[in-house]
T-cell receptor, first 108, second 113 residues
């Protein structure tokens, strides 16, 4: 499969803590994207990192990409209860492949 | 903009019945994707269209599934006959030409009894 695989599958933290999710993939990519899915909703795009970039920031989000290891990580700093959702990485190979997701629970 | 619109939001049907899911992409977007999400298999790409033409339908599980895009503002995903294993949430997403971010609809939750 060319899908990304997220790790861990589930993560539970206290509000204010940082949350780190990892994604591994199998083939060379054009870019890698992270999406969030709230329960019962569609996916919402968070951030995109290109294959020639190593790190990118957007607000409380920090994404890193290591193409030599075929892996990416998403860091959410100072988490909030509203960050509770599932997070997916998606690799763009002309068409999109989504991982299985990390379910994040932020306890107030 | 209203975003990607899907209907119905929920569908309950009996095995053997025909099911039609509908999607209206964001105006001006020229790529449309159909996904299926289940606990066991995650989010799977079923088919995608570019400028109303099916580009890749390799994810369509079997001949019971068919998708059409008769114009730039409408697409359907049909399952005939439906089976209990088709129970899932089906998402439609659209993408503007030259862009890299997909916009997802709210999904249709299908239950086949």
């Amino acid at each position: 499969s060319q899908q990304g695989e997220e790790d861990p599958q589930a993560l539970s933290i206290q509000e204010g803590e940082n949350a780190t999710m990892n994604c591994s993939y199998k083939t060379s990519i054009n870019n890698l994207q992270w999406y969030r899915q709230n329960s019962g909703r569609g996916l919402v795009h968070l951030i995109l990192i290109r294959s020639n970039e190593r790190e990118k920031h957007s607000g409380r989000l920090r994404v890193t990409l290591d193409t030599s290891k075929k892996s990416s990580s998403l860091l959410i700093t100072a988490s909030r209860a509203a960050d509770t959702a599932s997070y997916f990485c998606a690799t763009d190979l002309g068409k999109f492949y989504f991982g299985s997701g990390t379910k994040l629970n932020v306890k107030p | 903009d209203a975003g990607v619109i899907q209907s119905p939001r929920h569908e309950v049907t009996e095995m053997g019945q025909e099911v039609t899911l509908r999607c209206k992409p964001i105006s001006g977007h020229n790529s449309l994707f159909w996904y299926r999400q289940t606990m066991m298999r995650g989010l799977e790409l079923l088919i995608y269209f570019n400028n109303n033409v099916p580009i890749d339908d390799s994810g369509m599980p079997e001949d019971r599934f068919s998708a059409k895009m008769p114009n730039a503002s409408f697409s359907t995903l049909k399952i005939q006959p439906s089976e209990p294993r088709d129970s899932a949430v089906y998402f439609c997403a659209s993408l503007a030409g030259g862009q890299e971010t997909q916009y997802f609809g709210p999904g249709t939750r299908l239950l086949v009894l």
